[in-house]
């Protein structure tokens, strides 16, 4: 019996990695779409499956869908930061919107019966009137990533209404060992770590009271694929309900390390971002009651992670 095939856009990101080991154990024939030259990042998928066709080219597209015949495309492929300059807002928004439309509509031209989810995110929201946003929230973003994800957001409903079983999963943010030394979370792991090991002096950190729902990313691609199961497509938030600071954060990981946060936490004016009116808190009750999906971990198991991976990673290193 031949293996479904799945094709996962950004196979080399964090998400990339969870969804794509995932999908294997599902049974799946999965391939993997990145950059030119992160072919390496691909880990989780098998090296003769890993492709680096620009999704600018679309005859290439075309051409690598009818190859592979994908019965589920994920795409996380995205410039997934939020904070940019004037200079990248021009490439956010043709690497998110304009590659994000090239996809969708080379695979409905060539695989219609295929299924598609876009990995969405909880920035289409913005500095949302209330506290926690669902699906029926108004899409406000305040930033040029989260205008991009919401262009996204609309193509996918738009595909949907002409037939197409696509998904827009609205994602809240969501961490992992594997996630980058930009993002906070992973900051503030390595600073603790190099804290404990005497190798630095201090946190700077900005708004430590900003809110934030973290999840764990293996729990959240597991939200994807459940989302592609089912015969009636719709876009879901996937969270965990939870708010907490940045300051419940750190604090986690400081004491996992046996070290007292203010003790060694400093603010930095120049990190500092607008206050929120209302916390970034995600309602994910709608996929919970419609798919059975919520998540298995909580924020104590994700810092336990996050921390227990960085002190082996700097062992490592320290071996070599």
Same mark, same amino acid.
């Given at each position: 019996m031949q293996r479904a095939s799945a094709l996962i856009t950004g196979a080399g990101g964090q998400d990339g990695f969870y969804l794509g080991r995932l999908l294997e154990e599902k049974g799946y024939e999965v391939h993997g779409l990145d950059k030119e030259g992160h072919e390496s990042r691909m880990e989780a998928i098998a090296p003769e499956r890993r492709w680096t066709v620009s999704l600018f080219d679309t005859a290439g597209l075309a051409n690598l869908f009818r190859r592979i015949q994908p019965r589920e495309v994920y795409h996380l492929a995205a410039f997934s930061f939020v904070n $940019?300059?004037?200079d990248e807002d021009r490439a956010v928004l043709r690497n998110n919107v304009e590659a994000s439309?090239? &996809?969708l509509s080379m695979l409905f031209d060539e695989l219609p019966e295929? +299924? #598609?989810?876009?990995?969405?995110?909880?920035?289409? #929201?913005g500095n949302a009137d209330h506290s926690p946003q669902s699906e029926k929230s108004a899409i406000q973003p305040c930033t040029i990533y989260g205008v991009s994800k919401a262009a996204c957001h609309h193509l996918v409903g738009l595909y949907r209404m002409r037939g197409f079983h696509t998904s827009s999963a609205i994602l809240f943010n969501h961490e992992s060992p594997r996630r980058g030394p930009r993002f906070v979370t992973q900051k503030i792991v390595r $600073?603790? &770590?190099?804290?404990? +090991?005497?190798e630095a002096q201090e946190l700077c950190l900005g708004n430590v009271d900003t809110v934030r729902d973290w999840g764990f990313a293996g729990?959240? &691609?597991e939200a994807l694929w459940t989302m592609l199961q089912s015969d009636s497509p719709e876009d879901y938030v996937v969270a965990t309900g939870h708010g907490h600071t940045v300051r419940d954060f750190a604090g986690l990981v400081f004491e996992k390390l046996g070290l007292k946060l203010d003790d060694w936490l400093r603010f930095d004016e120049s990190l500092a971002r607008p206050p929120e009116s209302f916390p970034r808190v995600g309602d994910a009750s709608w996929i919970k009651e419609r798919l059975g999906w919520k998540p298995k971990h909580d924020l104590a198991d994700l810092v336990s992670m996050m921390v227990d991976a960085e002190l082996q990673r700097r062992s490592d290193s320290s071996d070599i």
């Open positions: $940019t300059t004037s439309h090239n &996809v295929s +299924r #598609f989810c876009l990995a969405c995110s909880a920035e289409i #929201f $600073t603790a &770590v190099a804290i404990q +090991r005497g729990d959240y &691609v």
